[in-house]
């Protein structure tokens, strides 16, 4: 059975290259119909907090990528691995280390002026001395002194550490608290965990984490260490470019579907494949097909998946994710014509937000440039305009608009942009915006008319006042 896991350290938010992490445990766990897990990796009392993990969590819970069984707290284990430390230190794999803060300081200067790479010299690991009194000692384990480790990753094939360079490391603090490197190899070691899902920058803790398994018997997992996001230039994400908390994302408009699609694609592909749905990606993700370089945001393409996600979402869930933003959407009885019209031309839930309220608020003010543009001519073509909309209560489609407005024009012997335009700003307050005829279909004949007449008692007023 496949065992995944996700494991954040609630020191922040939640940010994509989590999730993207997230989501390939997940999907390879749920593909094999396995088991996929979520551990919050707070046993860093100092930096971690309550508040962050519950963000993880909500972001998780947006997202929509389901766990198995509880969610485990590692600071609610600290007994359990307090035990483990008692076993290894029982069985002489691990030993007390007296050494003081100045000790270790005098040494590590001393390396670095010899050129050499600082670490911890093993001067407790067999020594017979008695301890100095007064000083909590740390617990260090013992790594082998020579040979060397081999991780076999799925992501970077044979990777190989000498021993030499780990040095035995600490896995309880003085004040007894356990250390990460420790803590998550019990823990994955314990929950059966057997693929480790996760990004390169853990690459280093492997070996470290697998001198823990072998000292406590357990089998090593399967690792598959995910090269990092870049950003377009290939240098490391910023915030700026999208490096952001997960609900962020949510906040700007964009659905759950989209960011998970485009996070696939963030380092794995299948032939040139852009658009997965959730089956899709379940049915051919493969861990063993990460890509071996790092991968590069493209936030252009976020906005085009989720464009696309946007067109092709029922109305009325759009109508449900729209709740999340300011607009009056709900008692319009129009809703289904105005989502048609709008969802064609946005690429986020906020200017989808914003291309409906476009239509269905009425201009608070008008632009002055186009304003400048209206004349004689225009007004009377809106005066007429005004008398002709007016018994045309019954229509109801675009196309029957589209007609109107066609025979409109050609009774006036006129071409569209010179209705367009000022029809345009009457309606929305500035001279650009969509399909008139659209438009006229969602406002019906009635408000169009209020609207245009509106519209020109402002261009009189302003007239008188100018004379
Ligand atoms: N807690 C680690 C992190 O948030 C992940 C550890 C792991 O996946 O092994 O970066």
Redesign the pocket.
Known sequence: MVVT?????P?GYLHIG?LR?ALFSYLWARKNNGKFFLRI?DTDLARNSKEAADAILEAFKWVGLSHDGEIIYQSQRFDLYKKYVAKLLDEEKAYYCYMSKEELDALRENQIANKQKPMYDNRWRDSKETPPAGVSPVVRIKTPLEGKVLIPDGVKGNVEFSWSEIDDFIIARGDGTPT?NFV?AID?ALMGVNY?I??D??LS?TPK?IAVYNALGFSVPNFFHVPMIHNEEGKKLSKRDGAMDVMEYQRNGYIPQALLNFLVRLGWSNKDQEIFSFGEMLELFDPNNINKSASAYNAKKLDWLNSHYIKNTKNDELAKLLNDFSVEIHGHDKKEMLLDNAKERVNTLKELADAINFIIVPPLSYNEKDVSTVNEETLSILNDFVSFIEDKQELHLPSDFQEAVNDFLREKNIKMPLLGKPIRIALFGSGTGPNVADVLAILGAKETKNRVENFINYIKNKKEQTI
């Open positions: 896991r996700f494991a954040p350290s020191t989590g992490t990796e990460y998550v994955d480790v996760r990004g920058d853990h803790n984490q």
